[in-house]
T-cell receptor
Framework: AQRVTQPEKLLSVFKGAPVELKCNYS??????LFWYVQYSRQRLQLLLR??SRESIKGFTADLNKGETSFHLKKPFAQEEDSAMYYC??????????FGKGTKLTVNP | DTEVTQTPKHLVMGMTNKKSLKCEQH?????MYWYKQKAKKPPELMFV???????INESVPSRFSPECPNSSLLNLHLHALQPEDSALYLC?????????????FGDGTRLSIL
């Protein structure tokens, strides 16, 4: 069964510090992975997807098939990065499977 | 128009009422989705419509009845809901179904069952 694990429910860092939000997945085929972000009082929105290999708002994520991971990283966190982050797996059906989410707080 | 629009934003209803949630997109997307999101939890898939046909029903109780009248519109008809159905209901769309396309979400309808 497809599964996405985000081991940290809460993550707190100081402004300017590096941040890494962990995501591990379980899927036997070739996964398509996404990071979605939900800022306070805003809609859930796509942050990035592994296939596009781009950097959005300074965030990057690399798919590691050997470790079945898709961790989200940013070298210097900003206060406006505080939000709920969901890792999601698209498994080849029409379903998007979400992890339980990590709430990131960036302190001044 | 690059948004998914949901109405109403808030809805309070009794357990015997019948109401409908509406979702609209004008991006030409051919897949539309309903999700349920409880507080501090990830969205849970309820239904998927592909090219206006219901393709996935995640064993949702029959008191929730989806409808896709055309490619831009998705409704969720509610009847005889239970208090545990109180949640944020999200609509999403993607360019094509099953095509690894990112989903675009609406703001949701916050539903409270009295």
């Amino acid at each position: 069964a497809q599964r996405v694990t985000q081991p940290e429910k809460l993550l707190s860092v100081f402004k300017g510090a590096p941040v890494e939000l962990k995501c591990n997945y379980s899927y036997s085929g070739s996964p398509e992975l996404f990071w979605y972000v939900q800022y306070s009082r805003q809609r859930l929105q796509l942050l990035l997807r592994h296939i596009s290999r781009e950097s959005i708002k300074g965030f990057t994520a690399d798919l590691n098939k050997g470790e079945t991971s898709f961790h989200l990283k940013k070298p210097f966190a900003q206060e406006e990065d505080s939000a709920m982050y969901y890792c999601a797996l698209f498994s080849g059906s029409e379903k998007l499977v979400f992890g339980k989410g990590t709430k990131l707080t960036v302190n001044p | 128009d690059t948004e998914v629009t949901q109405t109403p934003k808030h809805l309070v209803m009794g357990m015997t009422n019948k109401k409908s949630l509406k979702c609209e997109q004008h991006m030409g997307h051919r897949a539309m989705y309903w999700y349920k999101q409880k507080a501090k939890k990830p969205p849970e898939l309820m239904f998927v419509y592909s090219y206006e046909k219901l393709s996935i029903n995640e064993s949702v109780p029959s008191r929730f009845s989806p409808e896709c009248p055309n490619s831009s519109l998705l409704n969720l008809h509610l009847h005889a809901l239970q208090p545990e159905d109180s949640a944020l209901y999200l609509c999403a769309s993607s360019q094509v179904p099953g095509g690894y396309q990112p989903q675009h979400f609406g703001d949701g309808t916050r539903l409270s069952i009295l």
